[in-house]
């Protein structure tokens, strides 16, 4: 139990005088620093279990001139965020990689244009270490934001801007293979004798939805355009545009959806329609949203990323590049990782 009078906070001195050590080396043992031999990085780490010693977050910051936060910053309005599983599980893997390394997640909501100047005085103020952002839109301001503070960032989702840049265009990023995905999704459909398929897009300022749609198009060279309709990631957005490419193409057997939010969107307009999945018309959605994807009628085959596991990613590249020295502080190498078909009686 930690030896302390009641209301009385143990102090660092305290804590350096239970282990034997002096107070600078229980200072840099507790503060995460380098250079303290491992038999006496034990007893302070015991002193301090002993004596109950929480750092005082002030002083420990002017020694390490950190915050222990990190800013996470998603560029929807809220509804969108509490509506759309994707948001939960990215920002489940980030907290999980956090909370792991004592450091505090300090979630940033984009509503509106009027809040990125609400973000820029706040990242300005030195509240948090670094920034993880993701779900930009192509004209978003947020990379300019973050360059003028000069805030360490990380981005969910290859920027625009890197497009044709060479490399990562200087930032780093964590995506999934959307366009790789986009093309198994559509080949599945064709070996199914689908010739009719069509593609309900994501908004198309944002890359992902891009990547998908050239995915599709890689494998149907010559699609009729009519095919095509472009969605908002939503449930109304995907029904909304299967309504309209029912009225331009009332043949067409097969559909892949850019997430699985707007094929549930689609299906439900299918259905409204007489229209048997996967008998008249084979789905086919991305992401492997659990919820979303298995309690579908019928059950969506998709393309699976690893969403929770992206979000831990983002957070270790940043927390990889806050742990070095301030001017060595190179852009880490960004990260594209795998999709899987997830076959299930949707197609």
Partial sequence: ??????????????????????????????????????????????????????PNPAARALVTRRTGAVAVIIAEPEIRIFSDPFFSRQIRGISKELTAHDTQLVLLLVEDRGDYDRIERYLAGGHVDGA?????????????????????????????????????????????????????????????????????????????????LDGYRDVLLDADPALIAEGDFTAAGGAEAMAALLERCPDLDAVFAANDLMATGALRVLRERGLAVPGDVALVGFDDAELVAESADPPLTTVRQDIEGMGRLMAQLLLRTLDKAQGDRAVPASVITPTALVRRDSA
């Fill in 1 to 54: 139990m930690p030896e302390q009078l009641p209301g009385q906070r143990p102090t660092l001195e305290a804590v350096a005088e239970r282990a034997g050590v002096s107070r600078a080396t229980a200072s840099r043992v507790v503060n995460g620093g380098e250079g303290v031999r491992a038999h006496l990085v034990e007893k302070v780490r015991e002193a301090v279990r002993e004596l109950g010693y929480v």
């Fill in 132 to 212: 993880l952002a993701f779900s930009l839109h192509t004209d978003d301001p947020l990379p300019a934001i973050a360059r003028r503070v000069g805030m360490p960032t990380v981005y969910g989702g290859r920027p625009g801007w890197t497009a044709g840049s060479g490399g990562h265009g200087g930032v780093a990023y964590v995506d999934a293979d959307n366009r790789g995905g986009a093309r198994e999704a559509v080949r599945l459909l064709l070996d199914q004798g689908r010739r009719r398929i069509a593609h309900i897009a994501g908004p198309l300022d944002q890359t992902s939805a891009v990547d998908r």
